[in-house]
């Protein structure tokens, strides 16, 4: 993670705020508002005692009531429109926001996201982007709110009662909502921090722990894993204790301080009373003005609470939205219908690792290839690198004469599919996630799709047909059921370029044999690259290529 300061991480994330800046001024002006007139309720009525008390107040007590009645009914008006403007504004970003990440998660995809924390992304995605609603609906207007109503009230007090107790005033202000704020912070930085991290530790254990039940519970490991979960657990409230016992001692500490001003100002009162610079009545009405100016800098006392998460969590959003890419996108579409393939002297490694060395491989359209090899000889990086998931070290692949690297992304899948061993299935229907692959397929062409890939007869033998539905963790279907579907939906797709990455490896040899002969099939419609470890899957290839030790042996 990348150390930003508290100052970097608020730039940063205002600079999301955008065109919302109007209406964040408007919370501003509104929650000033609020508070002048919530301070109007108890300087009016201080008023209307000094009055009765014979103090010489030239409004009468009609008016001063009328202001205090009136006062009470707008500061609820001007509170609700402040919190309104606060929280659109909050809620537009988040979602803003969520976009740009979503945006980035897509930028990154797939080569970036194989090495990350998934239980992190979740976490980024759901808990930290919630916390910024703290920042953009709780700090930024409060902070400013209190600003003004502070420079209001020690205006007020210097002009109405004594510029002495406007000092008093001023620094009362800046103990309660700048220096305890700030020291609040400090102390619960190193907690917020190792709280959000912690979160998305176990966000990542707990759902390995949910998706892969059936392995915990076939290797009799449910104890041992519920117990780490727990810990897990405790460690998670231990931190949340250590924030909240933050919040109680600074809480304390901010009354503490409140009450010692009080008497700062009474014995600053009574010093200028004594020395005959000021009217008792004024100290009173300063002193009212005063103490019940202290909500809007008790609010900004209270934020380091869940800044201190709220930063720790922008901080990783930032992060996010900072990474950069494996692979550099071209942003100017110029669209192609694949002909050829050529692959020239490729090489490629992974974390200092020579995967592949000088291969080169040229494939024709309506050709059927086959790539043979073991396990971990390169194969599927060899696919990733035809689907631009990772650049090559160094070499070529053209495409129709065309460097790949000259092909936006977009051009690329029109034209090339990669279906590897894993087929992931979205909760919803059968037909749901078939059609994702051709949303405007006809019934007759799904038919076809689910035959071609020996997965009709199972499909129609269930009592919903295509429309049962799939759980959300698939325990309906089996590793081979998944990988037929998966494979209905690439001949649903058809596209002009198949990479198939052990497309049959979970399939029944009977099965693996229907599919094999509708590849034959499509032949006339789409070039078919084929990798395996089994020499007998590529039997209907027109040519196989050896992968052995990164590079290309023999051809057949």
């Not at 759902?207 to 392995?215: A, F, K, M, R, T």
């Not at 992931?424 to 996630?433: H, R, V």
Request: glycine fraction near 6%; hydrophobic fraction near 45%; aromatic fraction near 10%.
């Amino acid at each position: 993670m990348k150390k930003r300061s508290v100052f970097k991480i608020i730039i940063e994330l205002i600079k999301l705020i955008g065109s919302f800046i109007g209406i964040i001024l408007l919370a501003v002006l509104m929650g000033t508002i609020g508070f002048i007139l919530a301070m109007n309720i108890t300087v009016f009525g201080s008023l209307a005692v000094l009055k009765f008390l014979n103090i010489d107040i030239t409004l009468s007590y009609l008016v001063i009531f009328i202001i205090i009645f009136s006062s009470g009914i707008l500061r609820g008006l001007v509170r609700y429109c402040e919190q309104y403007f606060n929280h659109y504004i909050a809620f537009r970003l988040l979602a803003i926001i969520r976009g740009k990440i979503f945006d980035k998660l897509r930028e990154l995809s797939p080569a970036k996201l194989d090495s990350k924390n998934k239980g992190e992304i979740i976490s980024i995605i759901q808990s930290d982007i919630e916390t910024l609603e703290v920042f953009y609906a709780h700090t930024i207007s409060p902070f400013l709110i209190a600003v003004l109503t502070s420079t209001c009230v020690c205006l007020f007090i210097g002009f109405m009662s004594s510029w002495y107790l406007a000092i008093v005033a001023l620094i009362s202000y800046i103990i309660i909502g700048v220096i305890v704020p700030i020291i609040y912070y400090k102390a619960n930085n190193k907690y917020g921090k190792k709280y959000r991290k912690d979160l998305g530790v176990f966000e990542e254990y707990y759902l390995d722990s949910i998706y892969g039940h059936y392995e915990v519970l076939s290797s009799n490991n449910e104890v041992n894993r519920l117990e780490n979960v727990s810990n897990m657990s405790r460690n998670l409230i231990d931190s949340n204790k250590g924030l909240d016992n933050k919040a109680v001692i600074f809480k304390n500490v901010t009354n503490i301080i409140i009450v010692l001003m009080n008497i700062a100002i009474v014995l600053v009162g009574s010093y200028l009373i004594k020395k005959g610079i000021i009217e008792s009545s004024m100290i009173i009405l300063g002193y009212v003005t005063l103490t019940s100016s202290f909500g809007s800098v008790l609010a900004l006392a209270q934020l380091p609470g869940n800044l201190s998460m709220t930063f720790a969590s922008g901080n990783r959003v930032l992060d996010l939205l900072e990474e950069k890419p494996m692979v550099n996108d071209i942003k100017i579409n110029n669209p192609f219908d694949f002909e050829k393939l050529e692959i020239k002297k490729v090489s490629f490694k992974y974390d200092k690792k020579v995967i592949l060395n000088n291969v080169s491989i040229n494939i024709s359209k309506n050709e059927i290839v086959g790539i043979l090899g073991p396990s971990g000889c390169g194969k599927s990086t060899l696919l990733k690198l035809l689907m631009r998931f990772y650049d090559v070290d160094s070499g070529e692949i053209f495409y129709n004469d065309r460097n790949i690297k000259d092909i936006s992304i977009k051009d690329l899948y029109d034209n090339v599919n990669l279906f590897s061993q894993t087929t992931y299935l979205f909760t919803g229907t059968i037909l749901e996630n078939l059609l994702i692959a051709n949303p405007n397929a006809s019934e007759e062409e799904v038919i076809e799709a689910c035959k071609n890939a020996s997965i009709y007869k199972y499909i129609k033998s269930l009592p919903d047909g295509f429309e049962t539905k799939i759980t959300d963790l698939k325990d309906n279907l089996s590793s081979g059921e998944k990988q037929r579907l998966g494979l209905a939906r690439v001949f649903l797709r058809k596209p002009k370029l198949l990479l198939l990455d052990e497309a049959t490896s979970n399939i029944d040899a009977i099965n693996e044999g229907i599919v094999l002969n509708a590849l034959k099939k499509y032949k006339k419609d789409m070039t078919i690259i084929m990798i395996s470890h089994r020499k007998s899957t590529l039997s209907i290839c027109d040519k196989i290529f050896e992968l052995k030790n990164g590079g290309i042996k023999n051809e057949s």
